[in-house]
């Protein structure tokens, strides 16, 4: 008979992420930090890594989440890897021990690429919206003016839900 001992302390994931990113426009995230039993861990850090070097420091809120947004002005990778960490664990190994354990969380992204060099991207809303109701939403864009007939510089975005 065996009895499996799981001594991870906490449960980190990232939500709500994108698969890609589109250099020059920031990249929003989320990462969750939980209890084993899956109750939230508020007022907490979370270091987020980019290629093995630490980008920021983010504190969990009343729900275990920390928001992050991430500065893609300079990042020319086909593809990134983000790895979210909490603490390190303990370089301890004593036999018949079990040290506590804390699991990074990591996420793969690609860059996007479009033929014209243009893009649009709406920002999610993370709260319910209600029906009947005007809401001002934030989109990102960038636009290659030089394939524009004319060159006019207004360009019309109509969104319908």
Known sequence: MYINIDSSMVKIRFENMETIYKQGLPYLGQIKLLHPDNSP??????????KDKIVGNYTTDTNG???????????????????????DNENCNARGWVLPRYPQAEYFVTRFYSRTNSFLKIVPEMEELKCNQQKKVTVHYLLNTEDLEDKIYTVNFNYLV
């Open 65 to 87: 989440i920390a928001q992050f947004s991430l500065d893609t002005s300079k990042l020319t990778y086909p593809n990134i890897t983000l790895k979210a960490t909490y603490k």
């Open 41 to 50: 861990i508020p007022n907490e850090v979370i270091q987020l890594h980019l």
